[in-house]
């Protein structure tokens, strides 16, 4: 059974910093390319940031080009979300998904940018 379990949301100041971690199984994640994406409330879900199977590949929106960076570990079938400079529409709810891969979900985790 494919699952994404994604955690490291909370809430941080403007400016702040947080990083994302999402753990995948039922899979063989290095065969896959992964991507972040987010959900604000009233607001359709948007791909945030993609990265290759291996890692060397990777592409972000522009609303969040130069401030969060993507990167996964095979090892441990895990990708990150590493999140610096945080504005407050960044606030949503931000979820991990095997790129172009129909199927569930997971719960996501939750992002609040306020002061």
């Known amino acids: 059974q494919v699952q994404f379990v994604e955690s490291g949301g909370g809430l941080v100041q403007p400016g702040g910093s947080l990083r994302l971690s999402c753990a995948a199984s039922?899979?063989?994640?290095?065969?896959?390319?992964m991507a972040w994406y987010r959900q604000a409330p009233g607001k359709e879900r948007e791909l945030v940031a993609r990265?290759?199977?291996?890692?060397?590949?990777?592409y972000y929106v522009d609303s969040v080009k130069g401030r969060f960076t993507i990167s996964r570990d095979n090892a441990k079938n895990t990708v990150y979300l590493q999140m610096t400079s945080l504005k407050p529409e960044d606030t949503a709810l931000y979820y991990c998904?095997?790129?172009?891969?129909?199927?569930?979900w997971g719960q996501g985790t939750q992002v609040t940018v306020s002061s």
């Open positions: 998904k095997r790129l172009g891969v129909p199927g569930s």
């Open positions: 039922g899979f063989t994640f290095s065969s896959y390319a």
């Open positions: 990265i290759g199977s291996i890692g060397v590949i990777t």
